[in-house]
């Protein structure tokens, strides 16, 4: 089976070293190259592709945060996952809009292999204390109780107990079919709660729906 191939950047060189040693002897990855900047990463990767880029947020500055979207535009199959330590709101909801495939915490943890994986099969990845610290300085409303939050009619609108857990596969990054084997129901049925989600939601997309329910301390 073909390997993942990665493309490392980072501007510390211990922190390049640690990753190269994490994906040592592993078949399933192959690290190309890696980068101090950005702006390396993706002079290369016009030369040869890589399948994902991880990078370190620090890199992310007002000045390089554009890196990602020249990425992505230039290379919309290739996955691009988001380090980070100390989250800030404003680059994450940025980045968002740029495309990412996942975000993770360094120094935490963190399954790395696993959220490559994912992001490769198209399953969006966010680790949950990245959204509760990117939302803890957000107003939240008065109470985070269920009973309460059903009747803030600006963030929900009388989800069921059904769609609260097809809410939380969704943020497990879970595909439709993989929900439907989980909680035993066709796909039409997954796709339905989907679908009823974003509508009282008020969103388009999964990533949406899933900073929205952190935002107002569903979860």
Known sequence: MKPITLYLVDDYLLTRISQRLYFTNDNS?????????????????????????LIDIELLNHNNSGSIRTLKKENPYTK???????FNDERLLTLLSYGVDGF???N?????????????????????NILQKAFSNIPMPETIYFENLLE??????NLTSREIQVLKYLIEGYTNTEIAAKMA????????????????FNVQD????????VRTGLF
């Not at 943890?109 to 490769?120: E, G, P, S, W």
Request: hydrophobic share 40%; proline share 1%.
């Open 152 to 157: 803030n009619k600006k963030f929900i609108k």
């Open 185 to 200: 129901v066709s796909i039409n049925t997954i796709k339905a709660h989907v679908g009823n989600i974003l509508e009282k």
């Open 80 to 86: 691009i996952i988001i380090g980070t330590s100390n």
């Open 29 to 53: 990855f192959e690290i190309l190259d890696e980068f101090s900047n950005p702006q390396d990463c993706i002079k290369q990767m016009r030369k040869r592709k890589a399948d994902v880029i």
């Open 104 to 106: 993770i915490l360094k």
């Open 206 to 213: 999964r990533v949406q729906a899933v900073v929205k329910a």
């Open 108 to 128: 935490y943890d963190t399954d790395i292999k696993k959220t490559i994986q994912m992001a490769v099969e198209n399953k969006f990845y966010i680790d949950l």
